[in-house]
């Protein structure tokens, strides 16, 4: 098993990557951020091992990214919500959706788009709407196709 901790680093980006730097744990992020909120919803769009997902989504929950909330009681089952800590990895989201657009989106240009909810203008790398200007949070923006999907 891999380790998920850098031991001797004494450094911020190290003990980032220590909490979110687990194979599929952004693209939970990512996917709960889109509004797949259930489990079998991330499965399919993530197309992840189920013990896998639940291993992540559990440690999401520990670390205080995600929050589990019940929604049906027989059997039990839970949708998973964002918590402060988790939207705040939205820049960080927007700067690596813009870096793999820069060098790996297709001709026709890149799969998804942020867009601003209020006004349609896209997202741009710093998370600021091209349109109106406005600095944006993770609940200002929504996601849309695009040119290459």
Sequence with gaps: MLRNDYPGQI????KSLEVIGERWSLLIVRDVMNGNRRFGEMQESLGIARNVLSARLQRLVDEGILERRAYQASPP???YFLTEKGLDLWPALIALLHWGDKYSAG??????L??????GGEVNDRGVCTSCGQV??????RQVAGPGL
């Design 77 to 79: 089952r839970h949708e």
């Design 114 to 119: 942020i867009v601003h909810k209020q006004c």
């Design 11 to 14: 450094c911020s980006v190290a």
């Design 107 to 112: 001709p026709e240009g890149p799969p998804r």
């Design 136 to 141: 944006l949070t993770a609940r200002d923006a």
